[in-house]
């Protein structure tokens, strides 16, 4: 059964940092795109980062490069996204994400989310 479980939301304050990850099971992380996306109340959901398959460097939305780092650690079968220098519309539920539609289209897999807040 696939599994892709996040943690490490939080509130912060302006500035902060935290740390997001997601554990991935039922699957292995190398043969999916990673990436993460988040959806704050009233927008719709947008793509912060993504990781190809063959590994080399990530792909950050224009909002948070220079600021978010994502990462993959495959022999734990888990994806991080260290979140820098957070900011106020960062704020948002955060969401793991595992594509392999091009294999087979119901290869799509989201995690059920962690919240981030960042307020003074």
């Known amino acids: 059964q696939v599994q892709l479980v996040e943690s490490g939301g939080g509130s912060v304050l302006p500035g902060g940092s935290l740390k997001l990850s997601c554990s991935v099971s039922g699957f292995s992380l190398g043969d999916y795109y990673m990436s993460w996306h988040r959806q704050a109340p009233g927008k719709e959901r947008e793509m912060v980062a993504l990781?190809?398959?063959?590994?080399?460097?990530?792909h950050y939305a224009d909002s948070v490069k220079g600021r978010f780092t994502m990462s993959r650690a495959s022999d734990k079968e888990t994806v991080f996204l260290q979140m820098n220098s957070l900011k106020p519309e960062d704020t948002a539920v955060y969401y793991c994400?595992?594509?392999?539609?091009?294999?087979?289209?119901?290869?799509?897999?989201w995690g059920q989310g962690t919240q981030v807040t960042v307020s003074s």
């Open positions: 994400n595992a594509d392999r539609r091009w294999i087979n289209p119901t290869n799509n897999y």
């Open positions: 990781l190809g398959i063959s590994g080399g460097p990530a």
